[in-house]
């Protein structure tokens, strides 16, 4: 069955810095991979989807990932982060029908001024 | 703000009790997915429903129970309430059957079970 495991349950960068969060999915290429951001006392909002039409995707808020067949993953990034990327970020894959999405943990993104 | 609303934001009630979460899906959506958040826990899909007719089903207690009306609005219902159900529920909507359609998430109804 289809999994997805997020390395890191908190990641803190400082501010301008690199935004790396780590996102790996278990089994055969699920056909969609999403990003969600969850603020404090909201709902999931998408991110970025993957849909096999290009493995580099760009979402919002200048954040983009990378489809990694070869390594399982789907890791997402943004080049300089801000104070108000502070958020919980999840990955997210379909199963293999795509009647449902399997989330991952999620990372706690921290910003240091 | 996402256009699907979700009522009561919090609840706390006593185990052994029934408890009812409401949800409004987006304007135009057909698809309702109902969510449970618990503590240090990803979200763990219960039960989507589509125009009306459930259409997959996830690891939902059968103390748990769901449907959609006609007016596509949803309702979630728990029974025999334990401690182990207090969590975060989330409903999201989409306008497709399936979860390549984008979802679109509610703020969430918070349930204490003491």
């Known amino acids: 069955a289809q999994s997805v495991t997020q390395l890191g349950s908190h990641v803190s960068v400082s501010e301008g810095a690199l935004v790396l969060l780590r996102c790996n999915y278990s089994?055969?290429?699920?056909?969609?991979l999403f990003w969600y951001v969850q603020y404090p006392n909201q709902g999931l909002q998408l991110l970025l989807k993957y849909t096999s039409a290009a493995t580099l995707v760009k979402g919002i808020n200048g954040f983009e990932a990378e489809f990694k067949k070869s390594e399982t993953s789907f890791h997402l990034t943004k080049p300089s982060a801000h104070m108000s990327d502070a958020a919980e970020y999840v990955c997210a894959v379909t199963d293999s029908s795509a009647s449902k999405i399997i989330f991952g943990s999620g990372t706690r993104l921290s910003i240091r001024p | 703000d996402s256009g699907v609303t979700q009522t009561p934001k919090h609840l706390i009630t006593a185990t052994g009790q029934r408890v009812t979460l409401r949800c409004s899906p987006r304007?135009?959506?057909?698809?309702v997915y109902w969510y449970q958040q618990s503590l240090d826990q990803g979200l763990q899909f219960l039960i989507q429903?589509?125009?009306?007719?459930?259409?997959a089903k996830g690891n939902i207690l059968e103390r748990f129970s769901a449907q959609q009306f006609p007016d596509l609005h949803s309702e979630l219902n728990l029974s025999s309430l334990e401690l182990g159900d207090s969590a975060l529920y989330f409903c999201?909507?989409?306008?497709?059957?399936?979860?390549?359609?984008?979802?679109?998430f509610g703020p969430g109804t918070r349930l204490t079970v003491t």
């Open positions: 089994s055969s290429v699920p056909p969609y």
């Open positions: 429903y589509y125009n009306g007719e459930e259409r």
């Open positions: 999201a909507s989409s306008v497709g059957q399936d979860s390549s359609y984008e979802q679109y």
């Open positions: 304007s135009g959506d057909l698809s």
